[in-house]
């Protein structure tokens, strides 16, 4: 099993700021097969990116996903208060799928 | 827009069997693969397995066997089976839809909550 783990923990900033995330597997995954999901309390995880960069419907372009091998990145541009979650990544590309064990974006 | 719905108990006894259902609306259900996923409170999210329209299953190593999951295409729903459920089986359990063979998952329904306990 692919073991995914991401940095930091919580990451606490303020509206406007710029946030990276980081998701860092324990073997080599395909760029094809890295996605990010959203999650707020109370809801079901919302698909943010998928193949590394590829943003889903409906999101907006503050958000870039970028990597390659064990290393991968979300970047999030002037953060909007909607963006305050968590965030999850995941790799698809090997069975069992994985996810990370999600980093916190706090509201400073 | 395709919509998940989770149904089942949210109690279950210690050593008996986990059973939801979810049901698919506003798509079909042949040809796509559809997954269980489960969330233990205040935790990460952890894959339980997919079953394609046709029937063939993947589960996660660690829960393969006690987990069956099924599907029903002429009543549109699929369902999930644990077995030998102790506390460690507390969590919302979510249903799922990939994109397609090789996607992420996209679609996700609401979640329901399971609770092991006497």
Not at chain 1, 28 to 52: D, F, I, N
Not at chain 1, 71 to 86: G, H, K, S, Y
């Amino acid at each position: 099993e692919i073991v995914l783990t991401q940095s930091p923990g919580t990451l606490s900033l303020s509206p406007g700021e710029g946030a990276t995330l980081s998701c860092r597997a324990s073997q080599s995954v395909s760029s094809s097969s890295l996605a990010w999901y959203q999650q707020k309390p109370g809801q079901a995880p919302r698909l943010l990116m998928y193949a590394t960069s590829i943003r889903a419907t409906g999101i907006p372009d503050r958000f870039t996903g970028s990597g390659s091998g064990t290393d991968f990145t979300l970047t999030i541009n002037r953060l909007e208060p909607e963006d305050f979650a968590v965030y999850y990544c995941q790799q698809y590309g090997s069975s069992p799928r994985s996810f990370g064990q999600g980093t916190k974006l706090e509201i400073k | 827009q395709v919509q998940l719905q989770e149904s089942g108990p949210g109690l279950v006894k210690p050593s008996e069997t986990l059973s939801l259902t979810c049901t698919v609306s506003g798509g079909s259900i042949s040809n796509f693969y559809w997954t269980w996923i489960r969330q233990p409170p205040g935790k990460g999210l952890e894959w339980i397995g997919y079953i394609y329209s046709t029937g063939s299953t993947a589960y996660n190593p660690s829960l393969k066997s006690r987990v069956t999951i099924s599907v029903d295409t002429s009543k549109s729903l699929f369902s999930l089976s644990l077995t030998s459920v102790t506390a460690a089986d507390t969590a919302v359990y979510y249903c799922s839809r990939r994109g397609g063979s090789s996607s992420p998952e996209v679609n996700w329904g609401q979640g329901a909550l399971v609770t092991v306990s006497s």
